[in-house]
């Protein structure tokens, strides 16, 4: 993998990097590695937008934790409740496409502004366990941290 200017694989410390998401992009293209903990993703674009499409875009790996968050909470709440849910489905979409939103994030303020939720609950549930399992979809803790808003802060190097 090619290291972007002014950078060389040691910049970072294993120090340095516990509790850090780091992403790495070379001279060329959007082909770009993610690294959490131990777990390397790559995260790209479409061919059509001039990436390589090894990857979800950065708006997908968005929907992806949305989606994943929702899924592990509705199965947490389900297994302490000892309810008989058997899997869970979450689809999400946005129709926002990242691509146009880098071109324009230079002038205008961009960013997804809704998110489709589609829940498929499998399993012997009453009426009263689906709607409250509905609830608790809403309750996920990326969700909340995504209608709460976030401010991304620079951290001196």
């Known amino acids: ?11 970072i410390t294993t120090e340095d990097a516990v509790g850090w998401v780091t992403a790495r992009i070379g001279r060329t293209g959007f ?5 959490a903990r131990t777990h390397t993703l790559i995260v790209d674009e479409p061919i059509a937008v001039g990436g390589t499409d090894l990857g979800p875009t950065p708006y ?11 899924a592990m909470t509705l199965r947490l ?4 409740k000892k309810w008989p849910l058997e899997s869970v489905t979450v689809q999400m979409r ?3 496409s990242h691509e146009k939103d880098c071109e324009d ?20 549930l009453t009426d009263e366990q689906r709607s409250r399992l509905l609830e608790i979809a809403d309750r996920c803790p990326v969700k909340q941290t995504l ?3 976030i401010h991304v802060e620079a951290v001196d190097n």
């Open 94 to 96: 946005s129709g926002k």
């Open 31 to 35: 082909r770009t590695d993610a690294t």
């Open 147 to 149: 209608e709460r808003g």
């Open 77 to 80: 709440y389900a297994d302490r």
């Open 60 to 70: 997908e790996s968005l929907l992806t934790a949305l989606g994943a968050c929702t």
């Open 105 to 124: 994030c230079a002038t205008k303020k961009v960013g997804i502004g809704v998110i489709q939720r589609r829940l498929e609950l499998e399993g012997a």
């Open 1 to 11: 993998m090619t290291n972007p200017p002014n950078t060389s694989p040691t910049a």
